[in-house]
């Protein structure tokens, strides 16, 4: 849902038809053009799903890492001519240049571009930052493409199924025990030290933290060899993202659609124009966060009555752009709660009345989600997605296998190939290769 103005919006629907419906109240033109443009990015999008469970080769020097160049030389070789021109450009193309090869109305292409930069910390103008959009439609949910999906109990209902189905298998979970360090002798991981000074020992060890957090905090960095060190810290983190989590009274009601409607369970988009998006970049860039935010609102209570007491609700905000570190000496924690107001008086323009709706908030600036979730700079996805840490050189050329530079240490989260988002595949991934090693060690 992209509200603009007092009384205009843009509403997706479950169908092709159902979107070009609503665009074709403002464009009739771009409404036609919907279902090919749609068509263009899936053939984009299959080609990349192909790959989605492929370790990518770190370095040719192996024969298994020549074998799946060979492999993916051959599936390049089998796309079609529009597929090969599409993933070019979108690699290679700014959001803006892409959509407006399709589009000519510039709220139409604020409600495709929003994707371009979601946990990015660019202009939707900047080469490379048609990826990004590319990179938040190639997922399902259900069997669905493209298709966004709600864990009913909230996203915690996910980790809980894992570690259910975990404990079924025999794990054993511990919480509250906290990595001081990775214990490694002689270039082999053995084990991790908590910071209660316990030692716990292992075969192999899997983490989920950022490629920079495990190879630079919690190992010894004098046992890298320089030039790997180095290759790890000169990696790009920061999403400019500001997190909140925000407790309502009731449902709020937007200028353009005042009723309680399907685009409340919606993502709300408050950005109706690229050029929107390019000035709150520039203005975070420039002054530490954007003065007029890009914010997008959901409301998972309207599809889920667990996650709120009856007539109440709970909404995120996810906001875009500020700094992950500011400059000129300032620090987040002293200008959190500025921010925060600002977010919230963002949603208030678009309806009226919503800060006089919010009963209580927790905001978590790019400071706050490295300090209390280990997010280095505050990156949603563990490292940029940037078309110089994409697949093999994901999170660094030489370590794209999810095998770290210390032996039986691996990579298991979205520092790793295909990067960010639910999906659960670098985890997949990575316990393939674990398994690999493991029989080939036995």
């Not at 493209?146 to 109990?153: F, L, T």
């Not at 030692?199 to 495990?214: D, E, S």
């Not at 678009?350 to 505050?378: C, H, K, M, N």
């Amino acid at each position: 849902f992209l509200p603009f103005g007092d009384y205009g919006y843009l509403l997706t629907g479950q169908t092709t038809e159902d979107t070009a419906a609503t665009i074709a109240r403002i464009s009739p033109r771009d409404a036609a053009a919907l279902p090919a443009y749609f068509d263009w990015l899936e053939d984009a999008a299959d080609a990349l799903r192909a790959q989605l469970f492929t370790t990518p080769p770190a370095s040719l020097s192996t024969f298994r890492n020549w074998l799946r160049v060979g492999k993916l030389a051959h599936a390049t070789t089998r796309l079609s001519a529009r597929a090969r021109q599409a993933l070019f450009e979108l690699f290679t193309q700014s959001a803006a240049q892409v959509l407006s090869r399709w589009f000519d109305h510039p709220h139409v292409k604020a409600l495709f571009g929003f994707d371009a930069i979601v946990g990015n910390f660019r202009s939707p103008y900047d080469d490379g930052s048609a990826y990004v959009l590319l990179h938040h439609v190639f997922g399902e949910t259900n069997g669905v493409s493209g298709a966004w999906g709600h864990a009913i109990g909230g996203m915690g209902a996910i980790t809980q199924a894992m570690a259910s189905s975990a404990k079924a298998a025999g794990a054993e979970i511990r919480t509250n025990a906290r990595v001081a360090r990775v214990l490694h002798e002689d270039g082999v991981a053995v084990g991790v030290a908590l910071d209660n000074g316990e030692h716990l020992y292992a075969a192999k060890i899997a983490a989920n933290v950022t490629p920079k957090r495990l190879l630079l905090d919690l190992c010894d960095r004098s046992a890298l060899a320089d030039d790997v060190a180095a290759a790890f810290k000169q990696t790009a983190y920061g999403s400019g993202t500001f997190r909140m989590n925000v407790a309502l009274a009731d449902l709020p009601r937007f200028t353009a659609l005042p009723e309680p409607g399907p685009h409340l369970s919606s993502g709300i988009i408050l950005a109706p124009t690229l050029d929107y998006m390019d000035r709150a970049y520039l203005d975070a860039r420039m002054h530490g966060w954007s003065k007029q935010p890009v914010v997008e609102m959901l409301i998972p209570s309207t599809l889920d009555d667990s996650l709120a007491p009856a007539g109440q609700h709970v909404a995120s905000l996810f906001c875009q752009h500020v700094q992950p570190r500011l400059s000129d000496g300032r620090e987040w924690a002293d200008h959190r709660e500025e921010v925060a107001e600002l977010m919230l008086a963002t949603v208030d323009r678009f309806a009226p009345g919503f800060r006089q709706l919010v009963l209580g908030y927790q905001a978590l600036s790019p400071w706050d989600l490295e300090r209390t979730l280990g997010l280095t700079d505050g990156d949603i996805f563990h490292g940029r997605l940037s078309l110089g840490q994409l697949f093999s050189a994901r999170p660094v050329a030489g370590f794209a296998d999810y095998r770290m530079p210390f032996s039986e240490l691996y990579l298991c989260g979205s520092g790793a190939h295909p990067g960010g988002g639910v999906t659960g595949i670098p985890g997949h991934n990575a316990a393939q290769a674990m398994l690999q090693d493991r029989w080939r060690n036995v």
